[in-house]
C-alpha cells in the first residue's frame, strides 16, 4: 500500500467517523482521538512486550504473534486520523521530518 491509497482511506474512515461524532465540538473530537491513540499505543506496548516474552504466562497463553501487526497498523491509522482532524498535511510533515533526519547524518 502506498502512502497516497492509505491516505485516502483515512479521508474515508474520517467521514465515517463523523457520523458518531454528529454534533460533538471540534475540541473534544480530538480529545478522544488523542486518548484513543494513546490506548492503541498501548496495546502496541502490550504486544511488543508478549512478542519477547516479557508478559505474565497468562497473556502469553492468549497471545497471537499475528498480534503486532494489527496493533503497528493501529497506531498508525489512529494518528493519521488526529492529524486529519487538526489538519496537518501529514505527506508534508513527512517529508520534513525525513529531510531532517537525514540532515543529521550528513
Ligand atoms: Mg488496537
Do not use: P, W
Given at each position: 500500500m502506498e502512502l497516497?491509497d492509505l491516505l485516502?482511506f483515512i479521508?474515508?474512515?474520517?467521514?465515517?467517523?463523523?457520523?458518531?461524532?454528529?454534533?460533538?465540538?471540534?475540541?473534544?473530537?480530538?480529545?478522544?482521538?488523542?486518548?484513543?491513540?494513546?490506548?492503541?499505543?498501548?496495546?502496541?506496548?502490550?504486544?511488543?512486550?508478549?512478542?519477547?516474552?516479557?508478559?505474565?504466562?497468562?497473556?502469553?497463553?492468549?497471545?497471537?504473534?499475528?498480534?503486532?501487526?494489527?496493533?503497528?497498523?493501529?497506531?498508525?491509522?489512529?494518528?493519521l486520523?488526529?492529524?486529519?482532524?487538526?489538519?496537518?498535511?501529514?505527506?508534508?510533515?513527512?517529508?520534513?521530518?525525513?529531510?531532517?533526519?537525514?540532515?543529521?547524518?550528513?
Amino acid at each position: 500500500m502506498e502512502l497516497k491509497d492509505l491516505l485516502k482511506f483515512i479521508e474515508i474512515e474520517n467521514k465515517r467517523l463523523r457520523t458518531y461524532y454528529h454534533n460533538t465540538d471540534e475540541d473534544k473530537i480530538i480529545l478522544a482521538q488523542t486518548v484513543k491513540l494513546t490506548e492503541e499505543l498501548g496495546e502496541l506496548c502490550s504486544e511488543v512486550l508478549a512478542h519477547k516474552s516479557l508478559q505474565r504466562k497468562q497473556k502469553l497463553e492468549n497471545h497471537d504473534k499475528e498480534n503486532i501487526q494489527e496493533e503497528f497498523a493501529d497506531v498508525i491509522i489512529t494518528a493519521l486520523l488526529l492529524a486529519k482532524t487538526m489538519n496537518v498535511d501529514i505527506e508534508k510533515a513527512l517529508e520534513n521530518k525525513v529531510k531532517k533526519i537525514n540532515k543529521r547524518y550528513t
